[in-house]
Nanobody
Framework: QVQLVESGGGLVQAGGSLRLSCAAS????????MGWFRQAPGKEREFVAA????????YYADSVKGRFTISRDNAKNTLYLQMNSLKPEDTAVYYC????????????????WGQGTQVTVSS
């Protein structure tokens, strides 16, 4: 069993930056592919970014490429999402996910989910 706890969300002006963190419990953190999804009000949950357990592969949604960076520290059992040049359309609840079984881009392929952290970008 893995528990995921996100932090770092908040209110920021357009053009600003935030860094999300996801602390994971469990000794198998380093063996899981992990990622971030987000859900805005009235919209479906969407893929943001993912990183393989080996750190070799990273994947991004087109909407965040060049602005967001996913990283992880396996020694600290922590996943990160550095978000720069934030836009109002980035406003959403951001979820940390772990234990991928299929496509990196599909929310249904991840076994563990955090409770989410709110990110609000004002114009």
């Amino acid at each position: 069993q893995v528990q995921l706890v996100e932090s770092g969300g908040g209110l920021v002006q357009a053009g600003g930056s935030l860094r999300l963190s996801c602390a994971a419990s469990g000794r198998t953190f380093s063996s899981y592919d992990m990622g971030w999804f987000r859900q805005a009000p009235g919209k479906e949950r969407e893929f943001v970014a993912a990183i393989s357990w080996s750190l070799r592969n990273r994947y991004y949604a087109d909407s965040v490429k060049g602005r967001f960076t996913i990283s992880r520290d396996n020694a600290k059992n922590t996943l990160y999402l550095q978000m720069n040049s934030l836009k109002p359309e980035d406003t959403a609840v951001y979820y940390c996910v772990a234990a991928r079984s299929g496509s990196y881009y599909s929310s249904s392929e991840y076994k563990y989910w955090g409770q989410g952290t709110q990110v609000t970008v004002s114009s």
